[in-house]
């Protein structure tokens, strides 16, 4: 026996261990190895012309053996010597497949697809066999050779005879894992079953291009005997038949106009678990230093949990066609989280484990472009479609208005813009920019009010008095809306009508406009202001006059009624210019400050 080259006896005690938190990950592992052994001799075919292969069957097979307590993954690849076993499986963390790549690295663009990096993803097996035995054939030779190896001491390589029916026939590898006994805290059995293998296959290597196969027990009638009588049953008989379990070509790196939109929709659905076909799907393709395709969607409804801890947010990320992460949550802001997808790059730099990431830059820029496209998606949506538009918002509006709350208004630009409001006037959900440009002249500030029911809102005197003033106010009913419009406080309308400083120069625009000349606009910076805070300055100079003349005349009658409700309940008591003469409301509460009578409501309740 040979003894493990390095400090082999801990390091592979430590790789098995403790790299992979997911053992299932080892069928990956060899799959991806199969795939890149296959790739090598593809590549061989392409300069050497004494390597003709052919093509069509290029493909990886994985049998289980339930009485042997087998698996067997193999390969037609490119084989292995008996030196290139002793040097690439005999010596942990060497890959041969790196430096492949680094040998062919002129013909970038093929090796470029080659998955294997670090030279320990075979030691992977381990984690689930307690022998794991390598028959290998080197393409070009007649040589056939068998590693073996317990994983812990060391290994042997020993050749297999031409008479041993084990002997390869023709080039490839077949990787043979006696599975380890089942334990109480562990079964191995899962892994020689039809149903597990077939997912585990789909799951992290369904886009392998090369066709991972099964042999896959079905059942059919028997043909009717010709002397069947009148009371013939039909038969049936089981038998095998080879089918190819991965789908190979990864619906993002088709071109869109190759795919069909049902296929998109049963990609997202049979992808990411949902019943309803998404609401928009739109892809992504990064080239420069950076290269990655991105393949995203918006759901079409929300799903049940996405508002409680539970929810994960996150998109799927491959490398090299193989999936590395299920949820990789840092490819999406938080407002964003229930964006689903495939980010595919080969560019990322992954760790030993391939199961995260080893450079967050680069992941930041890919979150920074992922981000901008979804705003740029949801704003054409937000135009064109707008029916659509306003079911996401029913959806997802809240996340938004929370991303505006949590990044303390620092993306009110990204996100304002996409926010909906009910409009008291319209009676439907309009944009702030859509509130602005409705303004008539003399209007400052956007006026919004804050309760449970809308209309209840409506019928507030305060309300009804800004909209007899011919302001519109937007009715918020939900709980984050307060805290989002206090966390922006304001809004840049863009293009709206020029607001002229007195009427000669509103004259002198008017008359250059009569000549032809363009309307003038401009961006205003809009106030978010709650009806019910304050002082809206609505009133006119000689109302403020009249109120406070009445606030002196009645000060005696408002220090009683002060006394008698008591400091606890209010502050102040005072004459408002408020309340319209045409109202039937008296008196209304309302707060100063920064905290609403509202907001006082949310807080005491407790966190949302
Ligand atoms: P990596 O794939 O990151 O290089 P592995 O530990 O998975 O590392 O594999 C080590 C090396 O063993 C590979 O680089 C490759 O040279 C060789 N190898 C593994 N499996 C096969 C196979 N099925 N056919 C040919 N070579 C293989
Ligand atoms: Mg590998």
């Known amino acids: 026996m040979r ?3 390095t400090e082999s006896k801990k390091l592979l005690d430590l790789m098995i261990n403790s790299i992979y938190t997911n053992r299932e990950i080892f069928l990956r592992e060899l799959v991806s190895n199969a795939s890149d052994a296959i790739d090598k001799l593809y590549l061989k075919s392409l300069t050497d012309a004494s390597a003709q292969i052919d093509q069509a069957n290029l493909a990886i097979t994985v049998t289980p053996d339930k009485d042997a307590r087998t698996l067997t993954i193999s390969d037609n690849g490119i084989g292995m010597t008996a030196e290139e076993l002793e040097k690439n499986l005999g010596t942990i963390a060497h890959s041969g497949s790196e430096e492949f790549k680094a040998a062919n690295a002129d013909k970038q663009g093929d090796a470029v697809d080659i998955i294997g990096r670090f030279g320990v993803g075979f030691y992977s097996a381990f984690m689930v066999a307690k022998e794991v035995s390598v028959v290998t054939r080197a393409f070009g030779s007649e040589e056939c050779n068998r590693w073996t190896s317990d994983g812990i001491e060391g290994y042997t390589i020993e050749a297999v005879p031409a008479d041993d029916p084990a002997y390869r026939q023709t080039a490839g590898s077949d990787v043979i894992l006696t599975l380890k006994d089942n334990a109480d805290e562990a079964s191995y059995d899962e892994y020689l079953e039809e149903y597990t293998l077939k997912d585990l296959i789909r799951r992290y290597s369904n886009y392998v291009r090369y066709p991972v196969q099964m042999m896959i027990t079905k059942s059919r009638q028997k043909e009717k005997p010709e002397d069947a009588g009148d009371d ?34 049963e990609f997202y659905k049979s992808t990411f678990h949902d019943w309803e076909d998404p609401a928009r799907t739109f892809s ?8 990655y395709d991105a ?20 998109l799927e990320l491959y490398s090299s066609n193989v999936l590395i992460m299920e949820k990789c949550a840092d490819l999406l802001p938080d407002y964003y989280n229930f964006v689903r997808g495939v980010v595919d790059s080969a560019d990322v730099t992954l760790n030993i484990s391939r199961e995260t990431l080893q450079q967050t830059r680069q992941l930041q820029a890919m979150e920074r472009r992922i981000e901008k496209k979804v705003t740029s998606e949801l704003e054409s949506m937000r135009d064109n479609d707008r029916d659509d538009y306003v079911k996401f918002f029913e959806n997802f509006g809240r996340g938004l208005k929370y991303g505006i709350y949590q990044s303390y208004g620092m993306k009110k630009d990204e996100l304002g813009g996409l926010l909906l409001f009910w409009s008291a006037r319209e009676q439907k959900y309009v944009t702030l920019q859509e509130y602005a440009e409705a303004m008539p002249e003399g209007q400052k500030a956007v ?6 029911d809308r209309e209840r809102l409506a019928k507030m005197p305060v309300v009804k008095a800004v909209l007899a003033k011919g302001y519109d106010v ?29 009427d000669a120069a509103r004259e002198a625009a008017q008359k250059a406009q009569a000549d032809g000349a363009e309307p003038e606009t401009e961006d205003r910076t809009l106030e978010l202001k709650n009806v019910s805070s304050g002082d809206l300055d609505l009133a006119t100079e000689e109302e403020k006059k009249s109120a406070e003349e009445a606030a002196k005349a009645n000060e005696d009658l408002f220090s009683a009624m ?23 409301a008296p ?4 707060a100063e400050g920064p905290v609403s009578l509202e907001m006082e409501k949310v807080l005491s309740a407790g966190p949302a």
């Open 3 to 5: 003894k493990f080259k």
């Open 232 to 265: 013939y049953k039909p038969e049936w008989e089981d038998y095998q038949e080879l089918e190819t379990i991965n789908s190979m070509t990864p619906i993002w790196k088709k071109r869109g106009s190759d795919v069909t939109p049902e296929e998109y929709n």
């Open 284 to 291: 992504l393709h990064a080239e420069g230093t950076l290269e």
């Open 295 to 314: 393949l995203l969607f918006i759901p079409g409804k929300a799903p049940f949990d996405l508002y409680s801890r539970d929810y994960e947010k996150g």
């Open 447 to 452: 006026y919004y009010a804050a309760g449970d």
């Open 474 to 502: 937007l009715l918020c009913t939900e709980d984050v809306d307060e805290f989002c419009f206090q966390a922006m406080r304001d809004f840049e309308a863009k293009g709206l009508p020029k607001a002229y400083e007195d």
């Open 562 to 584: 002060k006394e008698a409700l008591g400091e606890d309940v209010v502050t102040k008591v005072t004459v408002s210019a408020r309340l319209t003469a045409a109202d039937d």
């Open 587 to 590: 008196s209304c509460v309302s």
